[in-house]
Structures are given as structure tokens and as C-alpha cells.
């Protein structure tokens, strides 16, 4: 999982899952977000592709500290 923001300066960010049906879980802990240019990004898992797999229309969000809003997405 790889996860790049705009908007904050440094910080940590961490990850929730939901699959369809289910409640919101945390799918990874809080990472130390670095700062690049104007954004942070941080990944979680070898190199950022490895990870767990989830079925379709899973939920999964993207939450750094300093930012109100989610960075989301739903799976195809």
C-alpha cells in the first residue's frame, strides 16, 4: 500500500479497511509520512505493491494526521 498527500507539511498516516458488509478496520499502523516536495508519502508492506488482498467494493481510506478529510478509494 502507498499513499501520497498534499497538504501537510510531515507528519504519519495510517490505513482502514472495509469490506463490503463489515465495519472499518485498521488495515496498517501509523507510518512516518516524509516530506517530498510539496506532499508526503509513505507505504506500507515491501516496496509498497505486496499486501493483503481484498474482494470487490472494499473500502479502503487513507488518514494523515493534520488533514480533516480521507483519502479514499473503492475497489473494482
Known sequence: MY???EGVRS???CWLVKKPGGTWKTGGGWNRAARVGRHVET???RDGHTG???PR???ICV???GLTTKAC???K
Do not use: F, H, M, Q
Request: no cysteine.
Open 43 to 45: 507505504s506500507w508492506g
Open 52 to 54: 493483503p488482498k481484498y
Open 63 to 65: 488518514e494523515v494526521r
Open 57 to 59: 467494493n472494499t473500502r
Open 3 to 5: 499513499a501520497s498527500r
Open 11 to 13: 507528519g504519519t498516516a
Open 73 to 75: 478509494i473503492t475497489l
